[in-house]
């Protein structure tokens, strides 16, 4: 799916449900880092976070987009420091962790759980 095509789809959805997305993303990349050969699939996921960050953002409340900012702040150092997170075994389990929660941060937040 074009960068194009995946905000069209992306941003059709109401606020929480876009939060609960991107929840679902860090849940993945927290699933994801358990298994050796999938850095480029976890990689991806991290660089669709980012976007869809960017995309909801701006449409959400101060609190939320706080949060968002808050992420977005450490899902870019994970990128900068990717190859040497997913070359260190110690460190993929401490992404692992930081990224179930922020996922369940995220899904409190969105107001799906109520």
Not at 76 to 87: E, F, P, S, V, Y
Request: hydrophobic residues 40%.
């Amino acid at each position: 799916m074009s960068a194009n095509a995946l905000k069209d789809r992306y941003l059709r959805d109401e606020i929480p449900v876009r939060i609960g997305n991107l929840a679902s993303d860090l849940s993945r990349i927290a699933t994801l880092s358990d298994l050796d050969t999938s850095a480029e699939a976890s990689l991806r996921v991290l660089t669709e976070s980012v976007l869809f960050i960017e995309w909801t953002r701006r449409d959400a409340d101060s609190k939320t987009g706080d949060t968002l900012a808050a992420l977005k702040e450490r899902l870019n150092a994970w990128q900068a420091d990717w190859q040497d997170i997913w070359t260190h075994p110690e460190e993929r389990t401490r992404l692992a962790a930081e990224a179930q929660s922020w996922s369940d941060r995220l899904l409190a937040e969105s107001g799906l759980l109520d």
